[in-house]
């Protein structure tokens, strides 16, 4: 589709191709790309197009300048980002989850530093009381992924082990109403953890233990679109696990 408002203007100006491309120091079939297959200019050349046809850029290139706020959104939804998981203060994962009004989640293969914290199991079961929906997803541990991730992480079944500790220590929350538990066979790319639009997301690296990758705090906002990724990959995890009664 061309862009017909970048041809109007040329024509307003009585500028043909050729002229614009020696004015901009381009190949001329490179400005008949921007008019005639709605190219997008890099942004010094939007800039000197916008300045030399009076117009502003968000008018002749409405696309290029939305995927630029996008961008921007997204870059300030990265609150603080930690070069290991292990670097994540504690007192910070005691207020992330206490802010959870509607939405706490937690997609971990084992989690066990949840599991076995008093403290967060006693957070979650609050949140859960009044009222927010908890949704804790954990790997299963006869899954051949648990078992490739413990290869790579050098320690062979013994992640498949800890899948299994987490589940018994959080076997307390079971009864709770509002927390849902489930397994799930997918290939963990990233640990989540939610808490409303808050995010900790744990990034998985090849031959490294969870605690010794990076975390990012990420919070969602108007217009952003990075963390609504891992919010999504959340949902597409939890459509395809099967519920367990007792972890």
């Not at 120091?25 to 297959?37: L, P, S």
């Not at 609150?79 to 989850?97: C, E, I, K, M, W």
């Not at 530093?113 to 006693?122: I, N």
């Not at 009864?175 to 997301?201: C, K, M, Q, W």
Request: glycine residues 6%; aromatic residues 8%; without cysteine.
């Amino acid at each position: 589709m061309a862009n017909e408002r970048l041809r109007a203007a040329l024509a307003e100006h009585d500028l043909t191709y050729l002229a614009l491309a020696d004015e901009l120091g381009v190949n001329v079939k490179t400005v008949e790309r921007w008019v005639v297959h709605d190219y997008i200019p890099f942004p010094r050349n939007r800039h000197k197009l916008a300045e030399r046809l009076g117009r502003d850029e968000s008018y002749l290139f409405p696309t290029a300048v939305t995927g630029q706020r996008a961008a921007a959104a997204s870059e300030s939804e990265i609150v603080r980002v930690y070069a290991h998981l292990s670097d994540v203060p504690a007192d910070l994962l005691r207020t992330f989850f206490e802010s959870g009004r509607n939405d706490i989640g937690i997609l971990v293969y084992a989690g066990l530093f949840v599991a076995e914290s008093t403290q967060l199991q006693r957070i979650i079961r609050k949140k859960a009381k009044a009222g927010a929906r908890v949704r804790i997803l954990l790997g299963d541990p006869d899954d051949s992924q648990v078992a490739e991730r413990g290869r790579e992480q050098g320690i062979g079944d013994a992640l498949a082990a800890k899948v299994r500790n987490s589940m018994v220590l959080f076997s307390n929350l079971t009864a709770v109403p509002g927390v849902e538990f489930r397994t799930h066979r997918t290939v963990l790319y990233n640990s989540i953890f939610r808490a409303d639009d808050n995010l900790l997301v744990n990034t998985h690296i090849y031959g490294l233990p969870a605690a010794q990758a990076p975390v990012w705090h990420l919070r969602k906002i108007p217009g952003g679109q990075l963390a609504s990724h891992y919010l999504e990959s959340f949902e597409r995890v939890w459509d395809g696990a099967l519920p367990i009664e007792e972890p």
